[in-house]
């Protein structure tokens, strides 16, 4: 029996993921689909008759699909076999690549986030870099999935990256050497009385990760632990139960999410189990314009609770679940856009993002870069239409003095605040006032 496979995914190449199986139904086509399929037949037979080379009927097919999918929306798209077998081994976290998420705007491909660890991150690629042409061909113009593939390769074999950045005039070349990526989804470290967990992507290790950096932390820092920061910033998204036992941890009931799809009946809520694993301590979730997806709804289900102080800037704002549904006779798989995700509140961040409920910019120059050169759900054509606003339209902005260096502004506010202390290089912006400095400590 065919099975459809509910899956939460980044909205991007290379990353999707499955998660329930449920029965497959049958749709029966009707005679009106039969003659607007004539259409198709007359175009294929005039290309096979008069196009300038030769085109197999597999090649027009997929391009076809392809085409009739990705106008739907940014992130509907068809995966054939070797696309279907790669999604599902990065599912597992571990794969063979150079470490990249990206997307497509405009024709280009763009760097959504470098993860950590991997040969992008070592050789300084960043978020929001353009990706113009591999190993010195130009790769504006093919599809996202032509240019991922060439970036594909055989480990310990190198490609050549033409680098576009925002905020420099000219290209630059970056080689790297393609590596077998192991994706350790949560890292964790003590700073101080406090547990600072990064969880970079949500697959199959993260509820294990999180479990042993929280347990860890626990033990080494004692009695005096004051709180946890959660750093979501640049995590793309992943599994759907991921990010569901995520929020889990953190929280001792109500609703987590739910999803909605085209039927009004059609509602999946999902909800916390009495636990709450960091014991009532506070907790901090810093986010940015790279978290995306399933890292949103972890974002929005603490914010709604009130579990949780959100930190940092606007979120992506994708907000859309995909079913990723095999295809008979090993022809692949289709990702369909099938519903929207809502936070406890009710709240659709499709295309609007979870806005923090204190915004931190990293550096003097975020202030314009965040309006100059941000790229959302929202600003990706054919995206689904948003609901409402994000929710936060007044808050406190922080940025650094001007002049001051930081190696990780946004992390040393969040360390300040559960410290109880003052940064002696914020400004600090609270609605209604004047910006004030606070004095040192």
Same mark, same amino acid.
Request: proline share 4%; charged share 25%; no cysteine.
């Given at each position: ?8 995914? %980044?909205?991007?190449? !290379? ?27 007359? +175009? ?9 080379? #030769? ?11 392809? !085409? ?33 998420? &990206? ?36 790769? /504006? !113009? ?16 190198? +490609? ?6 925002? $905020? ?5 070349? &970056? ?10 989804? &949560? ?21 294990? $990760?999180?479990?042993? %950096? ?16 959660? #750093? ?5 998204? $992943?599994?759907?139960?991921?990010? /569901? ?18 039927? @009004?009946? =059609? ?8 636990? =709450? ?7 901090? +979730? ?5 978290? @995306? ?5 972890? *974002? ?11 930190? !940092? ?10 079913? +990723?549904?095999?295809? =008979? ?15 406890? *509140? ?22 314009? =870069? ?32 001007? $002049? ?19 940064? @002696?290089? @914020? ?15």
């Amino acid at each position: 029996m065919n099975k459809v496979m509910v899956a939460f995914l %980044a909205g991007l190449a !290379g990353f999707s993921v499955a998660l329930i199986a449920l029965p497959m139904s049958g749709v029966v086509a009707s005679s009106d689909t039969y003659r607007e399929l004539d259409l198709f037949g007359d +175009v294929l037979d005039q290309v096979h008759a008069k196009y300038v080379r #030769d085109v197999t009927d597999a090649e027009l097919v997929e391009a076809a699909v392809n !085409g009739m999918l990705t106008s739907l929306d940014p992130h509907s798209s068809y995966l054939n076999s070797k696309d279907y077998r790669d999604m599902q081994v990065q599912t597992r976290g571990e794969f063979g690549g150079l470490g990249i998420e &990206v997307t497509q705007e405009e024709g280009v491909v763009k760097i959504v986030s470098p993860m950590d660890d991997t040969p992008a991150f070592r050789a300084g690629l960043k978020s929001g870099d353009y990706i113009i042409a591999i190993d010195g061909v130009s790769i /504006i !113009g093919l599809s996202l999935n032509e240019a991922v593939e060439k970036m594909r390769g055989p480990t310990n074999t190198t +490609v050549t990256l033409t680098i576009q950045r925002p $905020g420099t005039k000219k290209p630059f070349d &970056v080689t790297l050497t393609r590596a077998i990526v192991q994706i350790k989804s &949560v890292r964790f470290e003590r700073k101080g009385d406090i547990g600072y967990i990064r969880i970079t992507t949500f697959n199959e290790q993260t509820e294990d $990760g999180l479990n042993n %950096a929280m347990d860890t932390l626990a033990r080494e820092i004692g009695p005096r632990l004051k709180g946890f920061i959660v #750093d979501l910033r640049n995590n793309p998204g $992943g599994l759907l139960d991921q990010a /569901i036992a995520v929020s889990d941890a953190f929280l001792d009931q109500g609703e987590i999410v739910s999803t909605r799809g085209r039927a @009004a009946s =059609d509602i999946q809520r999902y909800n916390a189990r009495r636990g =709450d694993l960091a014991q009532g301590k506070p907790v901090i +979730v810093l986010v940015n314009g790279g978290t @995306a997806s399933a890292s949103e709804i972890v *974002a929005g289900a603490l914010q709604d609770h009130h579990r949780a102080t959100i930190i !940092g800037t606007l979120s992506f704002g994708k907000g859309s679940v995909q079913t +990723v549904i095999p295809l =008979d006779r090993g022809k692949g798989a289709l990702r369909l856009t099938t519903a929207k995700y809502y936070t406890p *509140a009710g709240r659709s961040i499709q295309a609007t993002g979870i806005a923090p409920d204190i915004e931190v910019l990293q550096s003097v120059e975020d202030e314009a =870069d965040v309006a100059r050169i941000r790229r959302s759900e929202a600003d990706l054509p054919g995206h689904l239409s948003a609901e409402g606003e994000n929710g936060k339209s007044e808050h406190v902005v922080v940025r650094p003095k001007q $002049g001051t260096t930081h190696e990780d502004f946004q992390l040393e506010y969040a360390l300040s605040v559960l410290n109880g202390t003052e940064l @002696a290089d @914020a400004i600090i912006d609270k609605p209604g006032t004047t910006p004030e400095t606070p004095a040192p400590n």
